[in-house]
């Protein structure tokens, strides 16, 4: 009994030291599903934000810096579903003759890069400021993501000690391999 007390003692005192330490990455953003509002296979239920009191991720940002958060969606028969375990990938857009910003120069080995959650969430931190494109990169391809329905690339400006969030990004169809459909 004692050993099982002490136990718990140190386990108590180590979550208790590291909650006030900030954690960055897509991990610190999943939202907490009770057993009963997720699936047989342990999926969120579609249609569905996080629940309230789910914890709200630290974001960084510095001076020089700036980040970006959004969720990415798949449109199912039963409404939209996260699209979890993607890579997300920024470019910088290339305008054409006439000044358009129709395409994005992708760089895998050194583009910022992130990774969908659970819950299609992901999070870009240390951007330096500017113009991005949002590249959905599957294995064998990658691909420009547009404003679905339109021949608008997704652009937006990041500035340094701003967070950009693009919200739900909800799409009827996604180059996706067919696992994920």
Avoid at 167 to 181: I, V
Wanted: some cysteine; overall charge negative; aromatic content about 8%.
């Amino acid at each position: 009994m004692r050993r099982r007390a002490w136990i718990l003692f140190l386990t108590l005192l180590v979550l208790g030291c590291n909650s006030g330490r900030e954690v960055s990455g897509a991990a610190q953003s999943a939202p907490q599903w009770t057993p009963e509002q997720v699936d047989a296979s342990g999926n969120p239920p579609a249609n569905r934000e996080p629940p309230a009191g789910s914890p709200t991720p630290l974001i960084k940002t510095t001076a020089d810096t700036g980040a970006l958060t959004g969720v990415l969606l798949l449109k199912t028969e039963d409404g939209f579903r996260p699209v979890a375990d993607v890579k997300i990938a920024l470019g910088k857009p290339l305008s054409d003759d006439e000044g358009t910003e129709r395409v994005v120069a992708y760089e895998p080995s050194t583009a910022p890069v992130a990774y969908t959650d659970a819950a299609g969430r992901f999070v870009f931190e240390d951007l330096e400021s500017g113009r991005y494109g949002l590249i959905l990169d599957v294995v064998l391809s990658s691909f420009l993501l547009y404003k679905d329905g339109t021949l608008d690339a997704i652009l937006f400006d990041i500035t340094a000690g701003e967070v950009t969030d693009l919200g739900r990004l909800e799409y009827a169809e996604l180059p996706l391999p067919q696992s994920y459909r």
